[in-house]
T-cell receptor, first 113, second 114 residues
């Protein structure tokens, strides 16, 4: 049972435009959400997180939006740069339980120069 | 560089064998996690340690075991290896192991079973 879903396997955008990566979850107990970026032959790198008490968190070019009623979150990258080309994983955890992360399968973002 | 070090980077072995994967967490981090990434799968949580004690277990096979040592490094032991154990194994660490802290990942060990 896939509790964190990234339904689009890939996304291609033009340099300078906005990239929007989507993530859906089914477990209503999740209350902490993270995005990781992964380059080939490297481990996932933490990008940004959001707690369920917020609906938006911003860090430079990266903004994460959380819609709890829809069980949906998205990562916006503005402006997109060729160096952003990577696989992006959405992950979630439950406060108070063990702190394991449940990951989606990832989205491959390609930013065209 | 996340500060999490995993060795070896690659491991090739045969079915039935036993291997040990090693992880050194970021300086100051007390909690270590192990994840498995198989082909077409997202990262699957295996086990978590905090300051030497097991804190949480995921879908870890009985053939797999782990421990965290007093110097906080961790080892994941995989025995009676099967072809299906071929995967990327990632270690991650966090400061206290609380669920609202990001985990920082190493570059993984790629295990190939022939």
């Amino acid at each position: 049972d896939q509790q964190v879903k990234q339904n689009s396997p890939s996304l291609s955008v033009q340099e300078g435009r906005i990239s929007i990566l989507n993530c859906d979850y089914t477990n209503s107990m999740f209350d902490y959400f993270l995005w990781y970026k992964k380059y080939p032959a490297e481990g996932p790198t933490f990008l940004i997180s959001i707690s369920s008490i917020k609906d938006k968190n911003e860090d430079g070019r990266f903004t994460v939006f959380l819609n709890k009623s829809a069980k949906h979150l998205s990562l916006h990258i503005v402006p997109s740069q060729p160096g952003d080309s990577a696989v992006y994983f959405c992950a979630a955890s439950v406060t108070g339980a063990n702190s394991k992360l449940t990951f989606g399968k990832g989205i491959t973002l390609s930013v065209r120069p | 560089d996340s500060g999490v070090t995993q060795t070896p980077k690659h491991l090739i072995t045969a079915t039935g064998q036993r291997v040990t994967l090693r992880c050194s967490p970021r300086s100051g981090d007390l909690s270590v996690y192990w994840y498995q990434q198989s082909l077409d799968q997202g990262l699957q949580f295996l086990i978590q340690y905090y300051n030497g004690e097991e804190r949480a277990k995921g879908n870890i096979l009985e053939r797999f075991s782990a421990q965290q040592f007093p110097d906080l490094h961790s080892e994941l032991n995989l025995s009676s290896l099967e072809l299906g154990d071929s995967a990327l194994y990632f270690c991650a660490s966090s400061w206290t192991g609380a669920s609202n802290q990001p985990q920082h990942f190493g570059d993984g060990t790629r295990l190939s079973i022939l």
